[in-house]
């Protein structure tokens, strides 16, 4: 069966400090990659997306990058965090054409200090 | 620009009774309608998927319409359980792998 996975599940990082989460999917093969943020009382934002390794596409201009070293792991890291950088991140993944269904990682809460 | 409006923002059912969550969007192209649920902290789950032929479609006591001409879709939830309450997020994609979210339904389903 099809899983995903994240970590780690919440984090609290200071102002100026690096960041890397970890989105890993078991199960299935070339899928499509997803990074949202969800921040409070708003809908998710996609951040970044991945349709193969090595292939990255930014969805909004911000302090956040993203990689996909293997084909069923995608990594959204930041060289300096900001306070707005705090929310809940989101991976999902999908198979193939837009009718798929999206599964969702079990998210990471994220709190910059 | 693409937006998805969902209403109410916030509802509180008793245990039992029936309720109906309401979705716009102004999405263009159109490839598909979803519904999701997402429990408080975790991610969200899909209960439906509706393309533009589709007006019905069932998931055990969730219910979602689509009326294509009007932009408009609905989650009906038939005999609500404590279990039901969550967000209720309306989520349109206009192909491309995208998807555009609503910001959700909060639901509270009282004892």
């Known amino acids: 069966s099809q899983t995903i996975h994240q970590w780690p599940a919440t984090l609290v990082q200071p102002v100026g400090s690096p960041l890397s989460l970890e989105c890993t999917v078991e199960g299935t093969s070339n899928p499509n990659l997803y990074w949202y943020r969800q921040a409070a009382g708003r809908g998710l934002q996609l951040l970044f997306y991945s349709v193969g390794i090595g292939q990255i596409s930014s969805e909004v201009p911000q302090n956040l990058s993203a990689s996909r070293p293997q084909d069923r792991q995608f990594i959204l890291s930041s060289k300096k965090l900001l306070l707005s950088d705090s929310g809940f991140y989101l991976c999902?993944?999908?198979?193939?054409?837009?009718?798929?269904?999206?599964?969702f990682g079990p998210g990471t809460r994220l709190t910059v200090l | 620009k693409n937006q998805v409006e969902q209403s109410p923002q916030s509802l509180i059912i008793l245990e039992g009774k029936n309720c109906t969550l309401q979705?716009?969007?102004?999405?263009?192209?159109?490839?598909?309608l979803r519904w999701y649920k997402q429990d408080t902290g975790r991610g969200p789950v899909s209960l439906t998927i509706m393309t533009f032929s589709e007006n019905t479609k069932s998931n055990g006591r969730y219910t979602a319409t689509l009326d294509a001409d009007t932009k408009q879709s609905s989650l009906h939830i038939t005999a609500s359980q404590l279990s039901d309450s969550a967000s209720y997020i309306c989520?349109?994609?206009?192909?491309?792998?995208?998807?555009?979210f609503g910001t959700g339904t909060r639901l509270l389903v009282s004892p």
């Open positions: 979705c716009n969007y102004t999405v263009s192209p159109f490839s598909n």
């Open positions: 999902a993944f999908q198979r193939g054409v837009s009718y798929n269904e999206q599964f």
């Open positions: 989520v349109v994609s206009p192909g491309f792998q995208k998807l555009v």
